[in-house]
């Protein structure tokens, strides 16, 4: 077959997405996870008496608790498929990341499956994360002079 066959019959195939639509879910669904954490933040820090900035803690801990104990039970993933980027950028994206992978390897055991999996995509982001800060960091000084 040739190539151009090929890629008319793929492109024939292929489902068409509504790039606005999904924008526009992202946003409202990435907006309700930002209230979500801002309503959770005012809650620790009235009910625990702490400072915002410590109830932020607590925030993020919240949310990387629901987004894996979602990933666990199943739901997370039919979630993403409706909501897009707005679950996956926020910091339940990355505990689905991390419990998708232990999830996926339970049964190699804890140290072969869960130890050496967990961070498989995980560690990616953590790694360019650091290293994106260390460069913008060296940036900033050589920019702003100190």
Not at 51 to 78: H, Q, R, W, Y
């Amino acid at each position: 077959m040739e190539i151009n066959k090929y890629n008319a019959i793929v492109k024939k195939h292929t489902p068409k997405e509504n790039i606005l639509l999904n924008c526009l879910i992202s946003f409202i669904v990435g907006g309700f996870m930002g209230v979500v954490g801002e309503i959770l933040i005012e809650l620790y820090a009235y009910y625990l008496h702490i400072p915002t900035k410590e109830a932020s803690t607590f925030m993020i801990i919240t949310l990387v608790f629901l987004g894996c104990f979602f990933t666990a039970l199943g739901f997370f993933d039919n979630w993403v498929r409706f909501a897009k980027c707005g679950l996956i950028v926020p910091i339940t994206g990355f505990a689905h990341a991390m419990m998708s992978a232990a999830l996926e390897y339970r049964r190699e055991g804890f140290v072969t499956g869960l130890g050496s999996n967990m961070f498989k995509l995980a560690g990616s982001v953590i790694l360019f994360g650091v290293v994106s800060a260390y460069v913008f960091g060296i940036l900033r000084i050589i920019l702003m002079g100190g």
